[in-house]
């Protein structure tokens, strides 16, 4: 029996309420029936005082390549590549109806394969990391390990790609940073053509970092799933660490990361189920 079957009358359809590390989804099966949100739906959703509120809306559909599709929309309507807390939610609602310890799911960034890893826990391959600047994307040809952007306290940031655009910055100590004010103008300089997700990162030694990220199209959130894997990439990119495993600390919680000798990523995380409704 599908975890998405609820009582629903006519017109309306069922979604599940999610959170990873309190980073909200409101997710939505359309692989019977296909549900395709204008920009307005979809931040009408997201919104809390007028719908149901979350980070993201995010759609299951149909895959010839994989168990399901995972479809990103960000609160204001774009669409996304990439999301791993996400990604650990579909994971483990596919897994619970299926009755399976292991699922692929296929997104616009590429096949992540995702397998229990204890109880609420999740392991997710988020695939390989490029510091190449024409996948990031940028604007024009730069050293990606040391991106030519200074706003404030926030300089020198290494730019990457995990199938969406990540800007991290190291500093000293986070909360002396302004990243409200400071990751808006980040977003839109125009080395960034698709605008970029802003991770601020402090390194507490080798093995555990903190984490902040302002997300595209939904600002500063609670945790960033591919944010924990730049900011390890680019902390071994960096020479900051040497370690293979990384603990980060989002404001929402811990995740542990993974980075290979090819440079994909793994997570690993909790998942939270909240409820279930009509829209």
């Not at 960034?109 to 890893?117: H, W």
């Not at 994307?137 to 050293?143: E, I, K, Q, T």
């Not at 655009?165 to 053509?193: C, G, K, R, S, Y």
């Not at 605008?195 to 600002?219: H, K, M, S, T």
């Amino acid at each position: 029996m599908s975890l998405f079957a609820v009582n629903s009358g006519a017109g309306s359809r069922p979604f599940v309420k999610m959170h990873g590390l309190r980073n909200h989804f409101v997710i939505i099966d359309a692989r019977k029936e296909s549900f395709t949100p204008t920009v307005e739906d979809t931040v009408r959703i997201c919104d809390a005082q007028v719908g149901v509120g979350a980070d993201q809306l995010i759609l299951i559909e149909q895959s010839d390549n994989a168990d399901a599709f995972m479809r990103i929309l960000n609160t204001d309507g774009r669409e996304a590549e990439a999301c791993g807390n996400a990604t650990r939610c579909v994971a483990w609602l596919l897994m619970e109806e299926s009755k399976t310890d292991s699922v692929v799911i296929q997104t616009v960034a590429g096949l992540l394969a995702c397998d229990r890893a204890g109880d609420l826990q999740v392991r997710c391959n988020m695939g390989v990391i490029s510091s190449a600047w024409q996948q990031i994307p940028l604007s024009r040809a730069c050293d990606t390990l040391h991106l030519p952007i200074a706003y404030g306290a926030l300089q020198d940031p290494t730019g990457c790609s995990v199938g969406n655009p990540h800007a991290v910055f190291f500093v000293d100590a986070i909360d002396a940073v302004d990243i409200e004010t400071l990751a808006p103008a980040i977003q839109n300089d125009p080395l960034f053509p698709q605008q970029v997700n802003v991770g601020v990162a402090e390194l507490i030694d080798p093995n555990n970092l903190r984490l902040a990220v302002y997300e595209r199209g939904a600002g500063q959130t609670m945790a960033c799933g591919s944010g924990a894997c730049a900011a390890v990439f680019a902390a071994r990119a960096r020479g900051l660490t040497t370690a293979s495993q990384m603990r980060v600390s989002l404001p929402g919680g811990e995740v542990d990361i993974a980075i290979d000798s090819d440079a994909s990523a793994t997570m690993t995380g909790p998942v939270a189920y909240s409820f279930t409704g009509t829209i």
